[in-house]
């Protein structure tokens, strides 16, 4: 992203940017902005290592362009990483005091990054110390893909900690307590402001969730990993919102830990033209969720009064929903579970099924003010999507998250956590608004009338009964629909007959 050059300044006036010069200076635990470009890298220095430091994990972050990082001013395979959020593990010699890392973008425009350098002790695990997936000998990065349903990460095993100049532990000799098995690994979920997606905020957060102590202080610990568990996690999908993950592994025989490098995603990508992260919805659902507020709230407010309206509405609801299903599962067109338990489909269908069954199993005899809540709640959530087509809102979720979960098999695997802030408040007290406003006036208005109109059988049946005792009635003299029928059927073919001459018609007598 091309940065404006106030920003520029801006940054340079407070000293944070060495990129100019080719040397980036880093001091252990603090955090430097730098900008890159594609045709000259910096080199990233840290100088006067501690003799106790075994281990530097040296990473950049970026918020859309990838970056690269290496070892050598020459990146090779083994040796860089690409991405927007990258690291290295630098282990050190005895007697070193010095690393150094080269970062460049791969974008001709300047990019606003952000570095830091972390040290541990002996003790300290490894992050990514077991690799045996990804290229890096030792690899610390968490890689991460988004779908419309879900976030999937994974990372690479850590190792026990060791001494400057001692061979590492072995990786697979054993599952004892003295190899890495025993490891755990907690898994860190961390919400950006809704609706901000600009550089310098994911830079200032992203900065909670690097190191162990601010990601516990930060974080929303989602579970916890024994090696025995792959070493991969689903997520439910959240297209608009920023979202940090990241893993701490722990060692609990020495009660020590480490941090991998954090990783975002915003389930989204900034570079497409139709719907973007600034624009996650298409016009055309803007149009159809606009036009069932609009009669959602009318709805709201006069569905009971206005019972076929209302019988259209809900019914509406209820056979687009199923047939969206049925149409998704069956062709090929693509368009909350966090308790281990709900992972079974049958114990969450179960359960949705007696949690969506009870209010009207309690106001089973009160069938005129059950309808009447209905009205008011479900007219008023269709304002709440419609909202969500302009401003991001996690309430959409409570009909969305239960979409993916009919449509995609493996969405059970997913956490489906979601951020509720300052928005998300004010839309939930809109729709609480909306609702008990609803109902309200319905139940003052319906409350001296009759509790349903009565339904068109009825109406057919008691009508049908008028025609036949009621002999002044013109519409008792119309004729059975069997001899209108036949009167019908004789006219048309009156039309087709010849025509006679006229003239005399009687035979000449002899």
């Not at 060692?251 to 719907?275: G, K, R």
Request: hydrophobic share 45%; glycine share 6%; proline share 5%.
């Amino acid at each position: 992203m091309q940065l404006p050059p106030c920003a520029v300044v801006l940054l340079v006036l407070l000293g944070t940017l060495r990129g100019a010069a080719g040397l980036l200076e880093l001091s252990l635990g603090k955090f430097r902005n730098v900008l890159l470009n594609q045709t000259n890298s910096v080199e990233a220095v840290i100088r006067n290592v501690a003799s106790n430091v075994t281990v530097v994990i040296f990473q950049v972050h970026a918020q859309q362009n990838n970056v690269v990082i290496s070892f050598d001013k020459n990146p090779s395979v083994n040796s860089s990483g690409t991405g927007v959020d990258k690291g290295l593990v630098s282990i050190l010699r005895p007697q070193q005091s010095v690393c150094t890392w080269y970062l460049r973008s791969l974008d001709a425009n300047r990019v606003l990054s952000t570095a830091i350098s972390i040290a541990y002790m002996e003790k300290d695990p490894i992050p990514g110390g077991c690799n045996l997936e990804f290229d890096l000998e030792v690899d610390p990065n968490i890689y991460l893909d988004y779908t419309l349903v879900d976030v999937h990460i994974k990372f690479a095993p850590a190792n026990l900690g060791y001494a400057r100049g001692a061979n590492p532990p072995s990786c697979d000799s054993g599952t004892g307590q003295n190899s890495r098995w025993r490891l755990l690994y907690d898994v860190y979920q961390y919400f950006l402001p809704e609706n901000d997606l600009s550089e310098m905020v994911l830079m200032n957060h992203i900065r909670k969730m690097s190191e162990v102590h601010s990601i516990k202080a930060n974080g929303i610990k989602v579970l916890t990993l024994t090696t025995d568990d792959k070493t991969n996690v689903y997520f439910s999908s959240l297209p608009g919102q920023g979202v940090i993950y990241n893993v701490i592994v722990w060692d609990p025989l020495w009660n020590t830990s480490a941090a991998y490098v954090p990783v975002h995603t915003y389930a989204c990508s900034f570079a497409d033209l139709v719907d973007n992260c600034s624009s996650v919805s298409k016009l055309s659902t803007k149009i159809f969720f606009t036009a069932l507020a609009v009669l959602g709230l009318f709805t709201c407010f006069f569905g009971h009064r206005f019972w076929k309206t209302d019988l259209f509405f809900m019914g509406f609801i209820f056979t687009g929903f199923f047939f969206f299903v049925i149409i998704t599962r069956v062709t090929g067109l693509g368009y909350d579970g966090d308790y281990k338990v709900f992972r079974d489909d049958v114990v969450f269908w179960v359960t949705f099924s007696c949690v969506a069954l009870m209010i009207p199993v309690l106001f089973f005899g009160c069938p005129r003010i059950l309808n009447i809540l209905a009205c008011g709640v479900v007219g008023s959530y269709s304002v709440v999507l419609a909202i969500a087509c302009y401003v991001y809102t996690s309430l959409a979720y409570i009909t969305l998250d239960l979409l993916r979960r009919i449509l995609n098999d493996y969405f059970s695997r997913a956490y489906t956590n979601v951020p509720f802030q300052t928005n998300d408040f004010i839309i939930l007290a809109v729709w609480a608004m909306l609702a008990l406003s609803g109902i309200t006036v319905q139940l003052r208005r319906e409350r001296s009338e009759v509790p349903f109109p009565p339904h068109p059988y009825l109406l057919w049946k008691r009508e049908r009964e008028r025609r036949s005792t009621n002999v002044l009635d013109p519409s008792h003299h119309i004729p059975p629909l069997r001899d209108r029928i036949h009167n019908k059927l004789l006219q048309i073919k009156e039309v087709f007959q010849k025509e006679q001459p006229a003239g005399e018609r009687t035979p000449l007598l002899l």
